[in-house]
């Protein structure tokens, strides 16, 4: 399986924001705890259910999600 395969959208779960598969982790607030500052290790222990895998998940969800063109229009 793929990292990315690990990210799901259901309308029915968080509003349709993109989560960890099975739980209601959005992509989201792993980003934010990243981004706060927390370590891999860190959330894991905070998570015990997760595993490392969902978090390159979610960075690579993210990322490919801020590639794409900008067209400028002149």
């Known amino acids: 399986m793929t990292e990315v395969n690990r990210i799901t959208m259901n309308p029915q779960v968080c509003g349709g924001r993109p989560c960890l598969r099975g739980m209601r982790i959005r992509v989201k607030d792993v980003l934010d705890l990243l981004a706060e500052g927390a ?33 400028r229009v002149a």
């Open 39 to 71: 370590s891999r290790e860190a959330i894991l222990t905070d998570y015990p259910y997760l595993e490392d895998a969902y978090i390159t998940a979610a960075l690579i969800y993210a990322a490919q999600q801020t590639d794409h063109f900008t067209l």
